[in-house]
């Protein structure tokens, strides 16, 4: 069992960035895929970006170019710059981790955080 603790969130400006982490209890946190997904009030969750132990990246089209994935295998941790924010990156962020990588990308991952708000609001 592997649990995942998002922190981080919280009140963003447009244009602003904010960062987000996630740290897994495990011994084996190498072997598994991170991802981030949001889920904004009223719609669908989304990938937001996902890494592979191998350094696979993935982002959302709406994310790409602005947010960035990275992942600290020593400290069992992920992180999620977010630059350039914009109002409709407000949502709950969670982290989510599986050791088969097609998981992640398909929001089926095996283990999942509590999530963390994000509102962007001037």
């Known amino acids: 069992q592997v649990q995942l603790v998002e922190s981080g969130g919280g009140l963003g400006e447009p244009g602003g960035s904010l960062g987000l982490s996630c740290v897994a209890t495990?011994?084996?946190?190498?072997?598994?895929?991170m991802g981030w997904y949001r889920q904004a009030p009223g719609k669908q969750r989304e990938l937001v970006a996902s890494?592979?132990?191998?350094?696979?990246?993935n982002y959302g089209d709406s994310v790409r170019g602005r947010f960035s994935i990275s992942r600290d295998d020593e400290k069992n941790m992920v992180y999620l710059q977010m630059n350039s924010l914009k109002p409709e990156d407000t949502a709950v962020y969670y982290c989510?981790?599986?050791?088969?990588?097609?998981?992640?990308?398909?929001?089926?991952?095996?283990?999942w955080g509590q999530g963390t708000q994000v509102t962007v609001s001037s």
């Open positions: 890494l592979t132990p191998g350094g696979g990246l």
């Open positions: 495990t011994n084996i946190f190498s072997i598994y895929t």
């Open positions: 989510a981790a599986d050791s088969i990588p097609l998981n992640v990308l398909t929001m089926q991952a095996k283990y």
